[in-house]
């Protein structure tokens, strides 16, 4: 059974042609594509991998990479040399430096600690979701939607933490994306290597955002850097940047990001961390990946543990459960992630780095068609500080959050309830 509409059908509307909408997606199906074989194909991982990992080398000063391989199914990333420890109350202690230039002795060093009866970990890379972009990356949209197209919710509005790559520094003429952002989180665009061309993130915080605009115009929004314009991140540092929005008084945080573990377990540091917003009532809302399977993916399987983590799966344009979405028990929603449309950058895209040969170029006020579960999380997002706005009874993320699932329907198993909320394509 497809998703019901959250709300009225012309709130949202999109102002794209026919004819638009078709070229468009004949581009989402090639994003479909990738996606897919992103998540099942080893050779096309490991390629991705390694033009990924060889730009980096040059930046000691940045995370390196180190793919663990796993029997039968994906590869997974974490921090070359990086060990987390934590004591026996489950807390985080330090982060352990071993040597960088024998990679796997973080694993080695890891069953080392825990047979002398320490906790420890390998400290997982948190990527944006099927090793950042996949083939092709966004593409050029003509679904400019004017801001403030649906009800603006009240100057109070619940403040929302977009934890990403960051935002553009362009000052955009359509109302979008104004915000006042410290300097440390502009999103660089181009620093891997700086060569002209967008980072394999870059602009992936500033999509984010400005999906949370459309749905909530009003909404009041931080955007804090935790990624860097590759779109990667650790365990240990994402639990920093979790810590210091709930520090700022954001009572929802948007992730729009995951991974998998070794282990299947969380990683303990981000683990420790949305523990710890559990207790201050911030509501953390998840993309659950692109793997195509049901294998965990973290933050967002922590709903198994905390009922403060939403874990939001994808639909495509018509409302049905998207294939190439993550989905399992441990999801809480879905909906439409294929072929959203939403704010961009300035700049020209690395065709090689993302396996494009017709690589676009973006001017200034530029809008982009993507997809990925991490496009449907912050609907889910907006979509609670716009019910917040405009039912005072909603006072809390938790009670929005049951209000929108009234909202909804039910889907098949492993997609949760779901709504829909923008368009897709």
Not at 19 to 34: G, I, P
Not at 113 to 141: F, Q, W
Not at 221 to 242: P, R
Not at 350 to 375: K, M, Q
């Amino acid at each position: 059974m497809p998703a019901d509409n959250a709300f009225a059908e012309d709130d949202y509307p999109d102002p794209r042609t026919d004819e638009q909408r078709a070229a468009e997606r004949r581009q989402v199906d090639r994003q479909v594509a990738s996606l897919k074989r992103m998540a099942r194909d080893s050779y096309y991982q490991r390629l991705a991998f390694a033009k990924l990992d060889g730009r980096r080398r040059s930046h000691a000063e940045r995370v390196q990479l180190q793919a663990v391989r796993r029997a039968r199914r994906p590869d997974v990333l974490v921090a070359e040399g990086s060990v987390v420890t934590w004591d026996a109350h489950g807390c985080r202690r330090r982060d352990v430096r071993v040597d960088p230039e024998a990679p796997a002795s973080a694993l080695a060093t890891v069953k080392g600690m825990r047979a002398s009866g320490l906790g420890a970990a390998v400290n997982h890379v948190i990527p944006l979701a099927g090793y950042i972009k996949g083939a092709g990356g966004p593409e050029p949209s003509a679904g400019a939607r004017p801001f403030g197209a649906a009800t603006a919710p009240a100057p109070d509005a619940a403040l929302v933490a977009v934890l990403d790559t960051g935002i553009s520094a362009e000052t955009r003429t359509d109302g979008y994306l104004a915000m006042d952002v410290d300097a440390g989180d502009l999103d660089a665009l181009d620093e891997f290597p700086p060569d002209g061309l967008l980072d394999a993130g870059a602009g992936h915080g500033s999509f984010v955002a400005g999906i949370v605009q459309q749905v909530a115009p009003g909404a009041r929004v931080l955007v804090h850097k935790v990624m860097d314009s590759d779109g990667i991140t650790t365990d240990t540092a994402l639990a920093d940047g979790l810590r210091r929005a709930a520090a700022a008084g954001a009572r929802i945080v948007n992730m729009s990001l995951g991974t998998e573990t070794v282990d299947d377990k969380a990683p303990p540091a981000l683990r420790v961390a949305v523990g710890e917003l559990r207790e201050q009532g911030v509501l953390v809302v998840c993309a659950a990946g692109n793997s195509a399977d049901r294998e965990p993916v973290w933050p967002a399987a922590l709903t198994k543990e905390f009922d403060n983590v939403v874990a939001v799966a994808a639909l495509d344009p018509a409302g049905d459960p998207a294939s190439w979405s993550s989905r399992g028990d441990w999801v809480t929603c879905s909906t439409i992630g294929e072929g959203v449309v939403s704010t961009y950058v300035e700049g020209t895209e690395d065709g090689l780095l993302i396996d494009d040969p017709d690589p676009d170029t973006y001017g200034p006020d530029s809008w982009a068609c993507w997809t990925g579960t991490s496009f449907a999380a912050p609907q889910i997002t907006g979509a609670l500080v716009r019910l917040m706005s405009e039912d005072p009874a909603l006072d809390t993320p938790a009670k929005a959050l049951n209000a929108l699932r009234q909202r909804g329907s039910t889907l098949d198993e492993g997609y949760g309830w779901s709504v829909r909320i923008l368009p897709g394509t």
